[in-house]
C-alpha cells in the first residue's frame, strides 16, 4: 500500500505531493532522498527500491522527472515500480510530453489523474480509454473556459461505459471510417564489453507496440515465427494466457490506439552490430586518446544517429580531441560528446587528440567509460519476426502494418 507519491523535478522541486491514506508523509523525506542522490549520483538514481531511516521508496525516471513513492508497510516492490509506470505513461500521454512546465501548468490534470488511479494507496483505473473518458485532455477549449467560467475541472459527470463492459479497457461503440491496426517491434540492446574487446553481456528488451484503430470489439491473434527464444514475458491485461502457453500465440480484445501489447527479453546475444575500439597511453603529463568506430556484424539495414559519450576524469586539465567524421562536443562538466550519425562507405571514422594532466601527474590512472547510442530501422537485432496477424470478423478494408525499430540502451565499453 503506497501512502505517497512525490513528484520532483530535475533540480529537486516538489512540484507535486499527493497524499493516499490516513498517514501524511513529511516533505523531509524528499530532502533526504535528493541530498542522497547528490552525494551517491548515478548510482544511487539507478535503484528503483531504497529504504530511508523512516520509509520505503520507489523511484523511477522519465525525461527527468522523478517519480518518488513512499510507503511503511510492505508490499510487492514490483507492484509499486509498475504502477509509477503507468503513472508516467499516463500523463506522457495527457499533457503529450513530459517536462517541469507541463506538468505545472497542468497541476489540477495531473492531480484528478492520480485520484482516480490510486484508491487509499492501492491501484484502481489506470486503463488510459477509461481515464480519457472520466477526465478530459487539456486543450485550448478548456482552458479558454476555465478561465470564463472559473471551472477548472476536466472531470465528466457521467460514468464511463467501459466500467461495466466484459473488455474494461475497450468501449464498445468504437467506429471508424478506415480500419487499421500496425504492429511496431521496438527493442533496446544491452552490452558490455570489457577493455580486452570481449562482449561481457549482450541482451535485448523488447516491447510488442500495437495502433489499432478498427470498428466495434475485434478480437485479434498475433504469432511469432521464432517465439521459443522470448525470456521474461509481460502482457497487457487484454491478452489471453492459455492460447500463449499452449500454442504461443497472442489472442487479445485490443485497446483502442496506441497500447503495449507485451515486453520481453532476450538472453546472451554473441553479437552486437558496431565495434568501438579505444586506444588510452599516457606519459610524462599527457594523455593520448583514439577512438575507432564501425560496423562490426552488418544487420542488413542502415545504423544511423550513432553517438558515443565519455566523461573525462577529475585529473584531466584540458582536451585537444578532432575527428574525420562528424563533430565532437565538450560541456563544462568534461563530457565529451562526439556525433558520428551514419557511418560513412569510405572511411572508419575515428577520433584523436591529447589530454593534459594535472600537474605532477605522470599517468592517467582512472580510464573513461564509453556510452554508445545507436539507431537501426527496419530490423529487430533480436531475430524475431511476426508470422501473421489475424482478425476473426474482418471488417471492409482493413489495413494493417509491421515495423521494427533497434536502439542502444545501456551500451558501454570500457577502455
Known sequence: MLQCIFLLSDSGEVMLEKQLTGHCVDRSICDWF???????????????????????????????????????????????????????????????????????????????????????????????????????????????????????????????????????????????????????????????????????????????????????????????TNPSMLDDVRFHPCVRFRPWESHHILSFVPPDGLFKLMSYRVKKLKTVPIYVKPQITSDAGTCRINLMVGIKNDPGKMIDSITVKFQLPSCVLSADLTSNHGLINIMSNKMCSWSIDRIPKDRTPSLSGTLTLEAGLERLHVFPIFQVSFRIQGIALSGLQIDKLDLKVIPNRLYKGFRALTRAGHYEVRS
Open 34 to 224: 535528493w541530498n542522497q542522490a547528490i552525494s551517491q549520483g548515478d548510482s544511487f538514481k539507478q535503484q528503483s527500491v531504497i529504504a530511508s531511516p523512516t520509509h520505503y521508496l520507489f523511484q523511477i525516471v522519465r525525461d527527468g522527472i522523478t517519480f518518488l513513492a513512499c510507503t511503511q508497510v510492505e508490499m510487492p516492490p514490483l507492484m509499486a515500480i509498475e504502477f509509477l509506470c503507468r503513472v508516467a505513461n499516463v500523463l506522457s500521454d495527457y499533457l503529450e510530453g513530459l517536462n517541469e512546465d507541463l506538468i505545472k501548468d497542468n497541476f489540477i490534470i495531473v492531480y484528478e489523474l492520480l485520484d482516480e488511479m490510486i484508491d487509499n494507496g492501492f491501484p484502481l483505473t489506470t486503463e488510459p480509454n477509461i481515464l480519457h473518458e472520466m477526465i478530459a485532455p487539456p486543450n485550448i477549449v478548456s482552458k479558454v473556459l476555465s478561465v470564463v467560467t472559473g471551472n477548472s475541472s476536466n472531470m465528466s459527470d457521467t460514468l464511463p461505459g467501459a466500467t461495466s463492459s466484459s473488455v474494461p479497457w475497450r468501449t464498445s461503440d468504437v467506429k471508424y471510417a478506415n480500419n487499421e491496426v500496425y504492429v511496431d517491434l521496438v527493442e533496446e540492446i544491452d552490452a558490455t564489453i570489457n577493455r580486452d574487446g570481449v562482449l561481457v553481456k549482450c541482451e535485448v528488451y523488447g516491447e510488442v507496440q500495437v495502433n489499432s484503430h478498427i470498428t466495434g470489439v475485434p478480437d485479434l491473434t498475433l504469432s511469432f
